[in-house]
């Protein structure tokens, strides 16, 4: 099991950026795939993003591509989230977790899951 946190949301203007941060405890944390997903209010919860423990594989939303990039450190035991060009559509809770090594943008895959932080884009 690892624990994660979220940091970083808060509230932004349509255009803007913000920088999302899950930090991990565990000392496993490489071996996980990790990845970012999201629920609006009223909506289920969809996949943002995803980065194996190998830092080759990722994966994106169709809705985030060319805006959001994820990345991770896996001597700080944190994965983040950059967010550009942010629409008030990206509204929403953003959630961390650590899933299998092959997990790729199924929630199915991951059993790890942080409290979520709230990002708020006002148009």
């Known amino acids: 099991q690892v624990q994660l946190v979220e940091s970083g949301g808060g509230l932004v203007q349509a255009g803007g950026s913000l920088r999302l941060s899950c930090a991990a405890s565990?000392?496993?944390?490489?071996?996980?795939?990790m990845g970012w997903f999201r629920q609006a209010p009223g909506k289920e919860r969809e996949p943002v993003a995803a980065l194996s423990g190998s830092v080759v594989r990722t994966y994106y939303a169709d809705s985030v591509k060319g805006r959001f990039t994820i990345s991770r450190d896996n001597d700080k035991n944190t994965v983040y989230l950059q967010m550009n060009s942010l629409k008030p559509e990206d509204t929403a809770v953003y959630y961390c977790a650590a899933g299998l090594p092959g997990a790729t943008l199924k929630a199915d895959w991951y059993n790890n899951w942080g409290q979520g932080t709230q990002v708020t884009v006002s148009s």
């Open positions: 565990g000392r496993t944390f490489r071996g996980y795939t």
